[in-house]
């Protein structure tokens, strides 16, 4: 549809709107934050167990971005957590401008007041994210990154700060890195064998884990939208999960891939066993995530070589399983 070709002037627009009601959404978010830490705990809904929750926020935060998005941008499609979930599947993506958006991500951390959840707003245009904003009002930080036009770190109302936060830094190997994870939702035994292995393997020591790589540490924000948002500012060097899902990592793709990071499954046989850094439909909608920080080049090797080696090495690590 021409009236849908998203030129660059276009997307600059688009991202200023999401923007803005990102910010305007952190503003409930807040005032729901602080409503439900002082209310009894039926505010608390729980969605497929007791560990995926949903409050009025969730909801209401979404259907006001969905309703201001519609009206700014009538002919484009919307993807939000809340109402794919209670549809039961996500809708088939096609090459028109689609929103997908997390109206709250972190939503455990916004119940229990840990000040790390954020507004994830990210538009898909050709099967591909080309804007990303991601606001955590606890912090009043925001993020957000437009295809080619880099993406951006502002605190507290401050000059933007262009990500990566500082010029990219070397990795040498898994062993010196922080690796964002997660402990997600399924919970059965498969799904926390899983994690378990994987965990065990990322931190272990080699000489005691078989395949340890002894990382430097590993970390959970609670959030998978701002371990994208880590991992593109440079503080975080890989964020790895299976199990969430496209609005979690939407608008973080695009800030990522704009600092220079790379975005792939963690399931090779998507694209024949290689890692490609195409984070296309496959990868977005898969729910096998690696988004890997901007390296700098080695005196053999370029950065971009560097990440898709440790990407291959990471996907070779982890254990696979199958997200409910
Ligand atoms: C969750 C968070 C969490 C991740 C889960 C997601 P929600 O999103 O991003 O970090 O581990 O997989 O579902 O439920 O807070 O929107
Ligand atoms: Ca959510």
């Not at 970390?219 to 975080?236: D, I, K």
């Not at 990868?283 to 890997?292: D, F, N, Q, T």
Request: charged letters at 20%; a negative charge.
């Amino acid at each position: 549809m021409a009236s849908n070709n998203l030129t660059s002037e276009k997307l600059k627009e688009i991202l200023g709107v999401s923007i803005k009601l990102a910010r305007e959404a952190g503003k409930l978010i807040l005032e729901g934050s602080d409503a439900i830490l002082r209310s009894a705990a039926e505010a608390v809904e729980e969605k497929k167990n007791s560990v995926d929750l949903v409050t009025q926020y969730d909801k209401g935060v979404e259907e006001l971005v969905k309703k201001e998005l519609g009206q700014a941008y009538p002919g484009f499609s919307f993807i939000g957590e809340e109402e794919t979930a209670a549809l039961g599947k996500l809708p088939e993506l096609t090459d028109g401008p689609t929103f997908c958006v997390d109206p709250i991500d972190g939503t455990t951390n916004f119940v229990h007041g840990f000040p790390f959840a954020c507004i994830s707003i990210g538009l898909i245009y050709q099967k591909r994210s080309v804007v990303g904003v991601i606001f955590n009002p606890f912090l009043d930080w925001l993020y957000y990154g437009a295809e080619a036009q880099g993406s951006y770190l502002v605190k507290s109302g401050g000059a933007p700060l262009k990500l990566p936060l500082t010029p990219a830094r070397p990795l040498p190997s898994l062993s010196q890195a922080l690796i964002g994870i997660e402990w997600g939702s399924d919970r059965g035994l498969a799904p926390m064998k899983a994690r378990g292995n994987t965990f065990q393997r990322l931190a272990g020591d080699g000489q005691h884990i078989e395949g340890g790589k002894m990382a430097h540490s590993l970390r959970s924000t609670g959030s998978a939208a701002l371990n994208f948002a880590t991992v593109a500012s440079g503080q975080l060097d890989i964020y790895w999960e299976i199990g969430c899902n496209a609005w979690d990592v939407c608008a973080g793709t695009i800030i990522a891939q704009e600092a220079g990071g790379i975005v792939n499954t963690s399931d090779l046989s998507i694209h024949g066993g290689e890692v490609t850094g195409d984070a296309s439909d496959k990868v977005l909608i898969g729910r096998k995530y690696i988004v890997m920080r901007a390296i700098a080049d080695s005196g053999s090797e370029k950065g971009a070589d560097i990440q898709k080696r440790l990407v291959k090495e990471l996907c070779e690590t982890v254990e696979d399983f199958t997200p409910v």
